[in-house]
């Protein structure tokens, strides 16, 4: 196995623990929605949105050298995605500032794969496990309250925890769409605008 190979195989392993880390925070939030301040879920929502936007962008681009589009659009969703399901059970500001975060994440994190894509995808990828972990902790540092925030205090009209549930999953649908969407119209956006790099970004 030669090591484009080798590093495409140890990137999509990494793709599986960022998403791994990204639904545990999520979901790690939702269940202390009630206990976490504004403050700690916009950090929660940028830090997490912007770090798997960057990393994802990275590693996609490393496995797919040719198609830098494909890759920055796809990370892009990602963390926004992200940022946003991670705001959604707190509060409306917080899914904007989540998904600000991921949409300037996935524009950062294919530009500078041109020069040494597998060296920085694993650097971004050990950054990115630091801070899934620290905000594992911070999040669960903070105990658990029975009763949630009240509507006017969450930014939406109805905070009940099935509600709330429902919007995760049409926005984690939605984004699905968005990506098999934009695969589908890929060739179309070659034909207009063809890639600018039509060999692999390591040389031979």
Same mark, same amino acid.
């Given at each position: 196995?030669?090591?484009?190979? =080798? ?31 504004? %403050? ?14 960057? =990393? ?27 940022? $946003? &399901?991670?705001?959604?059970? &707190? %509060?409306?500001?917080?899914?904007? /500032? ?21 060296? &920085? ?7 990115? &496990? ?5 905000? %594992?902790?911070? $999040?669960?540092?903070? /105990?658990? /309250? ?6 006017? /205090? ?51």
């Amino acid at each position: 196995m030669g090591i484009s190979a =080798t590093a495409s195989v140890l990137g999509a392993f990494g793709l599986l623990v960022l998403l791994a880390l990204a639904v545990k925070v999520a979901a790690l939030v939702f269940q202390r929605r009630g206990a976490l301040s504004l %403050h700690t879920g916009k950090v929660t929502a940028m830090t997490a949105g912007l770090m798997c936007a960057m =990393t994802s962008g990275s590693i996609l681009t490393g496995i797919f050298q040719s198609d830098p589009l494909w890759a920055t659009v796809v990370s892009t969703i990602a963390g926004a995605t992200v940022g $946003v &399901l991670i705001g959604i059970p &707190l %509060h409306l500001s917080i899914c904007l /500032e989540g998904f600000a975060a991921g949409v300037m994440g996935g524009g950062m994190g294919s530009m500078p794969m041109v020069s040494a894509p597998y060296v &920085l995808s694993g650097f971004w990828w050990t950054l990115s &496990l630091a801070a899934f972990l620290a905000l %594992h902790r911070l $999040v669960a540092a903070r /105990e658990a /309250e029975s009763a949630p925030r009240a509507a006017q /205090e969450t930014g939406w009209p109805d905070g009940t925890a099935g509600i709330l549930l429902r919007r995760m999953t049409a926005t984690a649908l939605v984004a699905t769409v968005l990506v098999a969407l934009f695969t589908l119209l890929l060739p179309l956006f070659h034909t207009t605008y063809p890639p600018l790099i039509q060999t692999p970004m390591c040389g031979s």
